[in-house]
C-alpha cells in the first residue's frame, strides 16, 4: 500500500488513550459509550482503508471535532454537505 509499517502495540496505545478506560488494558461497552468514539475505535481496528484515513486526517479536521464534541461525525457530515449546497 506504499504506508510505513506501524506496530500493533503503537496502535493500541493510541486506542487506549483514545478511549481512556477505566481499567487499563481493559475496554468496555461502557468506556466506548463514554468516549463517544467507538465508530473509529471499531474502525481502526477492523478497517484497513478507514484506519489510513484517521491516522492521516487534516489538523483542521481534528480542531473542528475538538471544538464540538457535542455532535456525531454524522452530524458533522451533514453540517458540511449542507454548508456545500
Known sequence: L???VVQFADILCQMSDMVKPAVEGRV???DLRRCRQ???FFNVLFNLTKFIQ???RDPQ???HERATPELT???RYAKAEYARQ
Open 61 to 63: 479536521l481534528i480542531f
Open 38 to 40: 467507538a465508530g473509529v
Open 73 to 75: 461525525d454524522w452530524d
Open 2 to 4: 506504499g504506508q510505513e
Open 54 to 56: 484517521y491516522d492521516q
Open 28 to 30: 468496555t461497552l461502557a
